[in-house]
């Protein structure tokens, strides 16, 4: 899988849209930029399009799904695209801040390597390291499944506890009536069985009948007594009522001019009088009144018979309460009436010689006697009646005992049937359960245990390949088998046999360890379309480690779809703009100052020697001081390489910042011209450099004349402004940028970019590829 | 290595549980594709082992 484009819009530090190009001829992309220009934006958008993760945001404790969206932007504003030669993977984030993707499956596998992953893989407590690699050794999917089998082993388990408890219960509680019943039979057992047998539906019926009967009896009996209650609450009423008519009366026979009814009277008048202001006559003999005088006369007479209204109302109130008590106490009557019905019904039913007597007893209340007298009647025989039947209730309670004890057996035995089976079956299903979980977990912990020791030796092969005799590696993992995830880590330390690598190793050396570990595991699960990306990992690494690590991954690059580095460390991105580093392999991206307004800026770079190139044939706009600016810099670049690989003299600085004419002074005359180029031609079929096929020699004596003799201009014309730059000529220019780039380009490997820096063969320098030799070996005595 | 670390370790504990007689033969694509799928709950891991269960219990168990 090739990467084509990634197109970011309002994610994170896109303000403005931002359209990154790959290289498809390229499968390492390196980003460099300087914090805060874009980069973690650039990986996070890979990440979060194609994984469930969330980048770096993942390091945050909280991650507030806002921060999605840049600045004054909405969540459904953000959208990532990423192009490939294997199709489109788009996401779009919704309102409620959770990217929908399409298509919803089958995206790039990406490894995303941060700082803080490989910092906290070295230093975390050996139960947490695991976590950091789990996504890599994925068996999260069966992880799920065993605490599902776990938790269904233990639910099991609880299954057949209760049952056996059941089981226990049961028959004590069957030994119990057992020996309750005197111990009959042989056993408790045989006891249970034989009585659960039994067949107790007469019994039950039985005990239906006269259990009706008792509680219809207990009706009765309530009504009675209240309508017992309701005839004395009325008794007393009547008296009342008795005794405020006798009052009344004699207060009447007391004052002559005074009686209730022409009380009523005087007050029908004086409420009359009251009212009509117009009445001037007298409406019962139709002589002239004087209306205020005869209402005064009215409310005399009135108030002199005060006494009278009193007592009238005190009778009006008795009579009244003894209408209500008669009519609560003829409802009570009629109730009693209807419960003595239904339990004349009740004992009917029963069908019992014992009851038939008291049946007969009450056959009254179906004759046409009124029925007030019915009760009357009733309560003649009630106290016979009722108490009859309350001797009957130990009968029925007995009833009711062995009908409960039968069924309590049955109850009991058939819960011990049934626990029996159940725990049979539940026994059989939890040690099937316990044999699965511990092949299960085994498996898991083996497979476990038998990546890592194979990651184990691979970490330890790259680890070897950064730290080349350096007494270190012996790097194991092993996951300890007592616990359910927890990675031990060690390596060799000299003489130290696994020691913990981080109380002996440089922050350095655990920098790469870290990084060779998350390397070796994506190799192993990179299915070959992966993405692997190394956001920002490099930071404490010297230049001698740098250029290992640096060749490492480009050794490695052809096990992943595309390799994506983010990096801030300016000495990595000048090891491939200088061609220190195999930078044909590499997609050069430089990220300039962010800002609000403009977003990301991308400047799609080239290392130096591609821009010298497009300056000098750059047909519109003929830039000398870019093209001597930039000749000048590799000039330098490639003088500090050979100075530094034939050891030559040149004074000493503290920085080492020397300058291009110090560099071509230090090359010697002998040295110049001895020095030669030896390009090689590749085999058609294998596609590597043929040492045998010698293509072309070229002497460098009269190009580095050429260069020493024009070094000047890149004073005149690159560095400074003055009279003298004025006055070189373009054709200079043009001689000078053109040397420099056939120097670079004899120099530089057209396979990976580098300088031929390797004496494997004692009698010159070579690459990697065996593309070039440079000869001498050694700058000639 | 082009194989997904949990699809690999379930056709593994599959077989394991089929040499030990543990889950039904018949049953052995959906229950490798289920645990490597990371879909089998409390309630499908009973289904599956009680199903074998109960084929190995005797008459004479119910009978009790």
Redesign the interface.
């Given at each position: 899988m090739k990467l084509n484009n990634l197109k970011i819009t309002a994610f994170r530090g896109a303000t403005k849209p931002l359209l990154l190009e790959f290289d498809p001829a390229k499968n390492i992309t390196m980003i460099f930029g300087e914090n805060g220009n874009g980069k973690s934006t650039i990986a996070d958008s890979i990440v979060c399009l194609c994984t469930p993760q969330h980048g770096s945001l993942e390091d945050k404790s909280s991650i507030d799904k806002s921060f999605f969206a840049s600045v004054d932007k909405k969540p459904e504003d953000v959208s990532i695209l990423l192009t490939t030669d294997s199709g489109a993977f788009a996401a779009k984030m919704s309102r409620a801040g959770a990217f929908e993707k399409n298509p919803a499956t089958g995206h790039p596998t990406v490894r995303h390597l941060r700082r803080s992953q490989i910092t906290q893989l070295i230093e975390e407590q050996p139960s947490k390291r695991y976590e950091k690699l789990s996504t890599y050794?994925?068996?999260?999917?069966?992880?799920?499944?065993e605490d599902?089998?776990r938790?269904?082993q233990k639910?099991?388990e609880t299954e057949l506890n209760t049952a056996i408890a059941t089981l226990t219960n049961a028959i004590q509680t069957l030994e119990k009536a057992w020996t309750a019943e005197g111990v009959p039979g042989k056993s408790w057992e045989e006891w249970a069985k034989k009585e659960s047998a039994k067949d107790i539906s007469a019994e039950t019926a039985k005990y239906a009948f006269l259990q009706a009967i008792q509680k219809n009896a207990s009706m009765v009996q309530e009504h009675q007594a209240k309508l017992a209650n309701d005839r004395k609450s009325l008794t007393d009423s009547e008296t009342n009522l008795k005794t405020a008519d006798e009052a009344l009366h004699l207060a009447m026979e007391k004052d002559k001019n005074a009686h209730k009814d022409l009380l009523a009277v005087l007050q029908s008048a004086k409420n009359y009088l009251s009212e009509k202001q117009e009445v001037k006559s007298c409406p019962v003999c139709d002589n002239t009144i004087e209306r205020k005088t005869v209402l005064e006369s009215l409310s005399k007479k009135i108030e002199s018979m005060e006494l009278i209204k009193s007592l009238t109302e005190k009778f009006r109130a008795a009579r009244q309460d003894k209408d209500g008590k008669t009519q609560v106490f003829e409802s009570s009557r009629h109730s009693l009436y209807q419960k003595l019905v239904t339990l004349e019904k009740s004992m009917a039913a029963a069908g019992e010689p014992g009851y038939s007597a008291l049946t007969a007893k009450l056959s009254f209340l179906y004759t046409d006697i009124l029925e007030g007298e019915k009760i009357d009647r009733y309560l003649k025989i009630s106290d016979h009646l009722l108490s009859t039947l309350e001797s009957q209730k130990p009968v029925v309670e007995k009833i009711k005992t062995a009908i409960d004890q039968n069924n309590l057996i049955k109850g009991q035995y058939q819960a011990i049937?049934d626990s029996?089976?159940k725990i049979?079956?539940t026994d059989?299903?939890s040690k099937?359960?316990k044999?699965?979980l511990e092949?299960?977990e085994n498996?898991?912990k083996d497979?476990i245990q038998g990546?890592l020791t194979s990651i184990s030796s691979e970490v330890d092969r790259l680890y070897q390949k950064i730290h080349p005799r350096e007494s270190l590696g012996g790097i194991s993992l092993t996951l300890k088998k007592t616990t359910k995830a927890s990675l031990e880590l060690n390596a060799d330390f000299y003489s130290k046999k696994a020691v913990t690598p981080q109380s002996v190793y440089s922050e350095s050396h655990l920098d790469t360890l870290g990084i060779t570990v998350f390397l070796a595991l994506a190799k192993?699960?990179g299915?070959?379309n992966s993405i692997l990306i190394l956001d920002d990992v490099v930071m404490s690494v010297d230049e001698n480690h740098l250029d290992r690590f640096v060749e490492l991954l480009h050794d490695e690059c052809s096990e992943f779809a595309h390799i994506l580095i983010t990096t801030h460390y300016r000495p990595w991105r000048d090891r491939y703009r200088y061609n220190r580093a195999p930078a044909s392999k590499v997609h050069f991206v430089e990220l300039r100052s962010w800002s609000l307004d403009s977003g990301i800026r991308v400047q799609n770079g080239k290392v130096a020697i591609d821009e010298l190139r497009a300056a000098l044939a750059d047909p519109k706009y003929f830039d000398r001081q870019k093209i001597v600016s930039a000749a000048g810099i590799i000039l330098e670049n490639i003088l500090d390489f050979l100075s530094l690989l034939y050891g030559c003299r040149i004074p000493r600085k503290p920085k080492n910042d020397y300058q291009l004419r110090e560099l071509l002074d230090s090359l010697s005359k002998k040295l110049i011209g001895a020095l030669k180029i030896q390009q090689f031609g590749k085999d058609a079929i294998t596609g590597k450099y043929l040492p045998t096929a010698l293509q072309k020699e070229t002497e460098l004596r009269s190009l580095v004349d050429e260069i020493k003799e024009l070094a000047i201009i890149r004073n005149w014309v690159g560095a400074h402004f003055n009279y003298d730059g004025s006055l070189v000529s373009d054709k200079d220019v043009t001689s000078f940028g053109e040397a420099t780039l056939v120097l670079a380009e004899l120099l530089t490997c057209p396979e990976n970019g580098q300088f031929p820096d390797r004496s494997n063969s004692g009698s010159y320098w070579e690459t990697k590829t065996g593309s070039i030799r440079l000869y001498p070996l050694k700058e000639p005595t | 290595?082009?194989q997904?670390?949990?699809e690999?370790?379930?056709v593994?504990?599959t077989k394991?549980?089929l040499r030990?007689k543990?889950i039904d033969p018949a049953a052995e694509k959906k229950f490798t594709q289920?645990?490597?799928?990371?879909?089998?709950?409390?309630?499908?891991?009973?289904l599956y082992?009680?199903e074998?269960?109960?084929k190995?219990?005797t008459p004479t168990?119910?009978a009790?």
């Open positions: 050794i994925d068996v999260a999917n069966i992880s799920r499944c599902s089998l938790k269904a639910e099991t049937k029996r089976v049979g079956r059989k299903l099937a359960m044999s699965t092949v299960v498996a898991r497979f990546e192993r699960y299915v070959g | 290595m082009n997904n670390p949990n690999l370790l379930a593994q504990i394991e549980l030990l543990l289920a645990i490597g799928q990371g879909t089998l709950r409390e309630s499908d891991w009973k082992l009680e074998e269960v109960n190995q219990n168990d119910e009790k």
